[in-house]
């Protein structure tokens, strides 16, 4: 099983990024998947969630409006498109994938700053 997390970096506030995860070694097209992210000493957050057919999704209030989750399930991948990107987005954002078990990808760094 492998979760791989790409599109970090840094940016200035107001930009935008689209992560990626790319995953393998399950069935991608069954899983939830969710993006969660940690900023230096916080706890790992909740970002968004889209169900397994993509119908569906759901994000943290701070990010509704800026955020948008998506998957194509052909690709086996998910992605987190980031508009009017804040300082305060600045974390490592992570990959899940859930079912009965869950999965992490290593993250991916994003830094807003001028």
């Known amino acids: 099983v492998q979760l791989v997390e790409s599109g970090g970096g840094l940016v200035q506030p107001g930009g935008s990024l689209r992560l990626s995860c790319a995953a393998s070694g399950f069935t991608f097209s069954s899983y939830v998947m969710r993006w969660f992210r940690q900023a230096p000493g916080k706890g790992r957050e909740l970002v968004a969630a889209?169900?397994?057919?993509?119908?569906?999704?759901n994000y943290a209030d701070s990010m509704k409006g800026r955020f948008t989750i998506s998957r194509d399930n052909a690709k086996n991948t998910v992605y987190l498109q980031m508009n009017n990107l804040k300082p305060e987005d600045t974390a490592v954002y992570y990959c899940n994938a859930l079912r009965v078990a869950d999965y992490w990808g290593q993250g991916t760094q994003v830094t807003v700053s001028s």
């Open positions: 889209i169900n397994s057919a993509g119908s569906s999704t």
